[in-house]
């Protein structure tokens, strides 16, 4: 038997928290932000379907994410190889 085993064990780490729980908590500015922009997607669809927008903005929204999505993918990729 080591020495050192002759203490008291000590005691497993347990975190106060659980990850789930972390959302239990109350933020009061998303709500506003979160109705604001659905809103905003909202306004956004309409003005499409109604025809307030040209075709060539579309395809360059279109293009536009696709180069951002890939950006953001191939950045995250050199970041952890």
Known sequence: M???QDSEPE???TPS???FEIFDTFNP???PTVIFFHL???YGCLI???GYVSWKIIVYQFVVSFFSGFG???GAHRLWA
Request: proline share 5%.
């Open 2 to 4: 080591k020495p050192d």
């Open 11 to 13: 005691e497993q780490h």
């Open 17 to 19: 928290r659980k990850k």
């Open 29 to 31: 500015y998303l709500g």
């Open 40 to 42: 905003l997607a909202v």
């Open 48 to 50: 499409v379907l109604l």
């Open 72 to 74: 953001i993918v191939a």
